[in-house]
């Protein structure tokens, strides 16, 4: 890399960086700067040379004359653009909610059932930083290896222990602070996490259809081992950013699913049935 260690990536384009280049709203790349390439498009091309040494947010201009923007990558961006997808994934405006949710911070340990494409385990790693760990379980080697693909792109993959297994069979952690489960039958998972959660610790079920929720609910009261239990839908409206005619977007993601939080309690065993072969 060129430029100071501390700017490169960070305030000056560098060889190795990583970056967004914005042609217009629908053409938008996202690429790793190596001496001797070139980025095509259909609006003209730019020689990954002439990127480096350029401060972020600058613009570069290219072969046929206009000029785009340069940009780092952020996360929403390579969910946009930049990763494989091989499954449902769970988006940004769900990912907000479900970190607020179980509050978690820098150095938490964080247990993911249902890994997919790893979109929400990116985003989990993110979150608790360099001296956490996310804990993710996934039963299917396709997605397993894709969502291993896409925490590499991300840079992710050292805070993560990626298992390629079920998890309805049990997990091999303890006192976690928090869980994500993204799976068809989270029920048949209640009993485990409630071995791997410590007390009070949250868990948010992401289910796309209405009669899950019922279901899971039904099987949370069964077990007898949660409170604080919460359903929630998050619909996001975008507006068109125009000072002279400012209205929302003609269209938008209507559905995606529903979140289910609750909490950790101990069970009183007086009053539940055993559920420990799910619900
Ligand atoms: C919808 S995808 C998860 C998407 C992910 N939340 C994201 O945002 O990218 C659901 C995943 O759960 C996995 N799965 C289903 N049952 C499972 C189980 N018993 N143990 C582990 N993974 C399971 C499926 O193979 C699938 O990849």
Redesign the pocket.
Known sequence: MAGGATECCRHIVCEGCPVLLVIDEKRRFIFRVERGRVQGSDRGTVRHDDLIGLRYGSRVRLSSGIYALVLQPRLVDYMERGLRRR????YPKDHGLILMLLDIEPGNRVLE????????TIVLARAVGPEGKVYS????RD?FETARRNLETVGLLDRVELKHR???LGVDEENLDAAVV???DPWAVLPVLHRALRPGAGVVF?LPAVNQVARLLAALELHGGWAETRVYEVLLREYEPRSDALRPRTTMIAHTGYLVYTRRIERDMGQHQDTDKGG
């Open positions: 499954s449902q994934v769970i059932i249902g890994v997919g494409s790893g979109y929400t379980y996934e039963i299917r997605m079920d998890a309805r993204d799976m068809p992401f």
